[in-house]
């Protein structure tokens, strides 16, 4: 049961040690990057991911290995109140608590580490990365997560911003005419309130954010995070794809890493991201391989209240992906105002480019 023995530090020492040997020889160098070729390191996320991606890459370029690089970049958006589907200021469930989702994942030796339903800690990716380092397990949810968090140093503070709690509130007292709370029609007025309608829209008011990023260091290596506070006023205790290996993010230096952000359950059900990766294991473009893995979301797509009248899914799901060459890509299923993704890659600033799509609304 090697699996299971405690490792002594002697131990740990000596299979550190092999692991750099056998992933050296496990990994030819890859391509140098030509004038040709995409330059990198180079850095991949969702449309939030701006500031995220470059500093990413300034972090490879320091010598960071991509999963740490990754997890720097996406401490941005944890810490931004203004973004209300990540960390800090992230929309609560629908008891009004802030849970937490995110995992980390490093392609060169294959491990992994998550947490799910984390409350009161700020940067989640990093207690993920933590699990990662300090475990030999890999995904940590609810209380059992925040006691490992306490264990590593992290701070607990109240995630719950007081926009998120007007917001909340607001969904609270609309959601329903057969309960007791009742909207009082000032609210909307509120510049809290005006400011998340122009945001996000009023008319579905279950909108959600995420970021993913996929890291790939000048030698071709990958590392990913995706981080998340969840569908907006999910089920308490409601998991979805972000921490989930396989689904909400997964990497293998020797091809590729992906990623997704959007609705959750149709990306469990596809397993997406390793689905991506695979796709591009048999050659496909990290653009086509996100667009068939997006084709094959849509044929498990099979409950009439996911479809629309034309038999198409009804929610959006975006697919992130880099292969060890540099080259990224991105898709989406519907084509929205919001269908682009993040790029930087060494010696270019960061820019958002347009996600391929399967579907267009007439009216976007
Ligand atoms: N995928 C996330 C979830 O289902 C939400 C999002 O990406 O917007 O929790």
């Given at each position: 049961?090697?699996?299971?023995?405690?490792?002594?530090?002697?131990?740990?020492?000596?299979?550190?040690?092999?692991?750099?040997?056998?992933?050296?020889?496990?990994?030819?160098?890859?391509?140098?990057?030509?004038?040709?070729?995409?330059?990198?390191?180079?850095a991949v996320a969702s449309r939030n991911g701006l500031?995220?991606v470059?500093?990413?890459?300034?972090?490879?370029?320091?010598?960071?290995?991509?999963?740490?690089?990754?997890?720097?970049?996406?401490?941005?958006?944890?810490?931004?109140?203004?973004?209300?589907?990540?960390?800090?200021?992230?929309?609560?469930?629908?008891?009004?608590?802030?849970?937490?989702?995110?995992?980390?994942?490093?392609?060169?030796?294959?491990?992994?580490?998550?947490?799910?339903?984390?409350?009161?800690?700020?940067?989640?990716?990093?207690?993920?990365?933590?699990?990662?380092?300090?475990?030999?397990?890999?995904?940590?949810?609810?209380?059992?997560?925040?006691?490992?968090?306490?264990?590593?140093?992290?701070?607990?503070?109240?995630?719950?911003?007081?926009?998120?709690?007007?917001?909340?509130?607001?969904?609270?007292?609309?959601?329903?005419?057969?309960?007791?709370?009742?909207?009082?029609?000032?609210?909307?007025?509120?510049?809290?309130?005006?400011?998340?309608?122009?945001?996000?829209?009023?008319?579905?008011?279950?909108?959600?954010g995420t970021i993913h990023l996929s890291?790939?260091?000048?030698?071709?290596?990958?590392?990913?995070?995706?981080?998340?506070?969840?569908?907006?006023?999910?089920?308490?205790?409601?998991?979805?794809?972000?921490?989930?290996?396989?689904?909400?993010?997964?990497?293998?230096?020797?091809?590729?890493?992906a990623g997704g952000t959007g609705h959750?359950?149709s990306n469990?059900?596809?397993?997406g991201a390793?689905?991506v990766?695979?796709f591009?294991?048999?050659?496909k473009s990290p653009e086509a391989a996100c667009l068939a893995t997006l084709e094959?979301v849509a044929?498990?797509?099979?409950?009439?209240?996911?479809?629309?009248?034309?038999?198409?899914p009804?929610n959006n799901l975006y697919l992130y992906a880099v292969?060890?060459?540099?080259e990224v890509g991105s898709a989406a299923i519907w084509a929205t105002a919001r269908s682009q993704y993040a790029v930087?890659?060494?010696?270019?600033?960061p820019q958002l480019l347009d996600c391929a799509y399967l579907y267009k609304r007439?009216?976007a």
């Open positions: 049961m090697p699996e299971e023995r405690t490792l002594t530090r002697r131990d740990l020492i000596a299979t550190t040690a092999k692991a750099a040997a056998v992933a050296a020889i496990a990994l030819p160098a890859a391509k140098a990057a030509t004038a040709a070729g995409p330059a990198r390191p180079v500031a995220a470059k500093l990413a890459v300034e972090r490879m370029l320091a010598g960071a290995v991509p999963v740490n690089a990754a997890v720097a970049g996406v401490a941005i958006p944890e810490g931004d109140p203004d973004e209300v589907g990540v960390g800090y200021g992230g929309l609560p469930n629908e008891d009004g608590v802030v849970q937490l989702d995110a995992a980390v994942m490093d392609g060169t030796t294959m491990r992994a580490g998550a947490v799910a339903a984390l409350e009161r800690i700020k940067h989640p990716a990093a207690v993920a990365l933590e699990v990662m380092r300090h475990t030999n397990r890999i995904l940590l949810v609810g209380e059992g997560a925040l006691k490992f968090a306490r264990a590593h140093g992290f701070p607990e503070e109240n995630l719950l911003t007081e926009r998120s709690r007007k917001i909340w509130l607001l969904w609270k007292e609309n959601a329903s005419g057969k309960d007791d709370w009742l909207p009082d029609p000032k609210e909307v007025e509120d510049p809290d309130i005006r400011w998340f309608i122009e945001q996000y829209g009023d008319s579905y008011f279950r909108p959600a890291a790939c260091a000048a030698d071709g290596r990958l590392g990913c995070c995706t981080t998340t506070s969840g569908l907006f006023f999910k089920v308490s205790g409601r998991v979805g794809d972000s921490p989930l290996v396989g689904c909400g993010l997964y990497c293998d230096s020797e091809v590729g890493s959750g359950e469990i059900i596809s397993v390793h689905t990766v695979e591009m294991r048999q050659g094959r044929g498990n797509t099979r409950l009439a209240y996911l479809k629309d009248e034309a038999g198409r009804k292969n060890r060459a540099g930087c890659r060494a010696g270019s600033e007439e009216k």
